[in-house]
């Protein structure tokens, strides 16, 4: 490929962009109700449909921000002071949910796993689903500081079962793990541009369900303004009707290369995409096996979209990728932050598979 950088980007985001992606960063800027953002920005908004396996009746929401504005916005937009919520943590990212939560004014009630990279306890949110008024079931798909796969379809059911929302961080997880939206009757999922949709950062971006924006509607204490559903909605139903609208200048650049991606990777088909994360996370595990080194998730829990590992006798692993052109990260949850590195595969690397071939070669040679 031409114009290959010299070093490649494996973090668990921001990852690698595609040339087509890239190159869009370079047209001229165009106003936000330009014929050409409108229709870019309508074509994502259904896009992302398509992507998340929602439903017809979902709701997307493209907002000029971070995954944790897009965290802020499902917390703010489904709970009010005085409500109850319970966030199955599996990480640095449960732990932020609940914090975001406890300043919202709701109570919380956090369900662990017994040790880091376990799953936490079904079975302990039956319990708490049965004995007490929850309004909502947060939880992290894949918690970028353990790399552990919460299991997204359970939690929806037993959400479900108890009359209460299911609202599940995707960050680290939309467009590269399963995630049947519709299917499963999950109520909210939000992700970030620079993860597995292979965007640079600076977009928040989210699907809602019918019974989420049901619930925003019969809020007494609102959501701040920048952040309400309701203040977006007629935005972003008019660029899906192909019609300008203004709220907040949206990041122009970004959302044509928002609709890029999304065409990517429904070009490629979303279960093969699936297909893809799968099997560049079983080859990157067995190459670290193989190194003789262990994963921080348990025997499968492990999410497809970042490997975490504990350095074993390889404290040096990281710089030493490094030095070959291949960056990684270091450890993020604080309790084993020094015993741990990040690998990153997803977006554009697992669908080039260039950068996929270049991290195993060089891993079987250290």
Known sequence: MQNKPISTLMIPGPVE?????????????????????????GSALEGMRKVWLAGADSQPFVIAGSGTIAMEMAATNTLEPGDTAVVMNSGYFGDRMAKMLVRRGVLVHSVFADEIGGHPSLEKLADILKNHNIRAVFGTHVDTSTGVRLDAQKVAKLAKDAGALSIFDGVCATAGEVFRMEDWEADVYFTASQKALALPPGLALMVVSKSALK?????????????DWLEWLPIMEAYEGRKGSYFSTPPTHLISALNISLSQVLERGIEQVFEDHQSAADLVRA??????????????LAANTLSAVYYGDRPQIVQQLKSKGVIIAGGLHPEIKDQYFRIGHMGYSVRDGEDMDRLLSILSGI
């Open 287 to 300: 190459a670290l096996a193989d190194m003789g080194l262990t994963l921080v998730p348990k025997p499968g």
């Open 215 to 227: 619930r925003r509607r019969g809020m007494e204490v609102l959501p701040p303004l920048s952040l």
């Open 17 to 41: 962009i595609s040339p087509e992606v890239a190159k869009s960063f370079a047209e001229p800027i165009a106003s936000h109700v330009s014929p050409k953002i409108i229709e870019a920005h």
